[in-house]
């Protein structure tokens, strides 16, 4: 089992639709969650980090599920400029300095007129 | 955010050969990491670049295909040895966005086609 799963999509939705992805993880002590975003053709880049609290930036929200080990990206509103392959990204363990992270291969959204 | 400058952007190889990737730091780091992205699959990290010492390599990395420098605190070196099409790949490097918050930023990557 990967350590990191996502549904690759891609998810094909028009503008002003909620979309949601989900993404689970392996490692039941995993610590720290984060969603990326990375454009066709471009280095990823984080979107925003996902707290045991859930966490909302605008229209994106982000949200945890400890005893199911998955977490969720959800977005209202969507335009065009959402279309991008979301990156979830889980680091399973603290083990002082840097953490490695664990990039799961990505949901592709496409966001149409 | 620190800037990353990546270079080359892309390159198409012939088979044997070897590409040296280029990364510059717009600040000094401490950690610089390189990773792989392969069509339609996760990054994978190849390898920890640390400035004075020898790289860390990931289980299935090893040096003598992905030799690493790290002359400085700004500034690493990936190379790709023996080239062979399974190599077609994009290399990033990246660092840390700031101490302590496990946030990566990524150069813009290199696009590495192998004929």
């Known amino acids: 089992r990967k350590e990191v799963e996502q549904d690759p999509g891609p998810f094909n939705v028009p503008e002003g639709a909620t979309v949601a992805f989900n993404c689970t993880y392996s490692?039941?002590?995993?610590?720290?969650f984060f969603w990326y975003r990375q454009d066709c053709r471009k280095e990823p880049k984080l979107l925003m980090s996902?707290?045991?609290s859930g966490n909302e930036d605008g229209r994106f929200t982000a949200q945890l599920n400890r005893a199911s080990q998955y977490i969720s990206l959800l977005i209202r509103d969507s335009k065009l400029s959402d279309s991008a392959t979301y990156l979830c990204?889980?680091?399973?363990?603290?083990?002082?300095?840097?953490?490695?992270?664990?990039f799961g291969a990505g949901t592709r959204l496409a966001v149409h007129p | 955010s620190a800037v990353i400058s990546q270079k080359p952007s892309r390159d198409i190889c012939q088979r044997g050969t070897s590409l040296t990737i280029q990364c510059q730091v717009d600040s000094q780091v401490t950690m610089m990491f390189w990773y792989r992205q392969q069509p339609g699959q996760s990054l994978t990290l190849i390898a920890t670049?640390?400035?004075?010492?020898?790289?860390?390599?990931e289980s299935g990395f090893v040096i003598d295909k992905f030799p690493i420098s790290r002359p400085n605190l700004t500034f690493s070196t990936l190379t790709v040895s023996n080239m062979s099409p399974e190599d077609s790949s994009i290399y990033l490097c990246s660092v840390l966005d700031r101490a302590g918050a496990n946030v990566l930023t990524f150069g813009a990557g290199s696009r590495l086609t192998v004929l």
């Open positions: 990204v889980v680091i399973p363990s603290f083990s002082g300095g840097y953490n490695k992270l664990i």
């Open positions: 996902v707290y045991s």
């Open positions: 490692n039941s002590a995993s610590q720290s």
């Open positions: 670049a640390n400035q004075g010492s020898e790289a860390t390599y």
